[in-house]
């Protein structure tokens, strides 16, 4: 199984950004995780394929946007009003079977993994 990231790039504060995640096989649970160098990878959002149910952390309420399309095994990030404490790099994170909402958000229940992607954010 492949997660292909594309959409991370440079942009203003204030600004958005769109990523997107195109996995070659259906998956349960997608989602972002990011990172920047010297600290540990951090859960972003992520969604499940059945209702559509979406979880956030809480620096990105209101300001980013998970969405999926299940026909095309791709899951979107719409990040809006962009700050310099996002810039990271962001991972695309999918897992083929059933997940609990409960851990949606914890990183070693994902099976496949994206190359990542940078997104910087400038003041």
């Known amino acids: 199984v492949q997660l292909v990231e594309s959409g991370g790039g440079l942009v203003q504060a204030g600004g958005s950004l769109n990523l997107s995640c195109a996995a070659s096989a259906s998956m349960y649970a997608m989602g972002w995780f990011r990172q920047v160098p010297g600290k540990e990878r951090e859960f972003v959002s992520a969604?499940?394929?059945?209702?559509?149910?979406?979880t956030y952390t809480d620096s990105v309420k209101g300001r980013f946007s998970i969405s999926r399309v299940n026909a095309k095994n791709t899951v979107y990030l719409r990040m809006n009003s962009l700050k310099p404490e996002d810039t990271a790099v962001y991972y695309c994170a999918g897992r083929g079977a059933f997940l609990s909402d409960t851990y949606l958000s914890m990183e070693r229940f994902y099976n496949y993994w994206g190359q990542g992607t940078q997104v910087t954010v400038s003041s």
């Open positions: 969604v499940r394929r059945s209702g559509g149910g979406t």
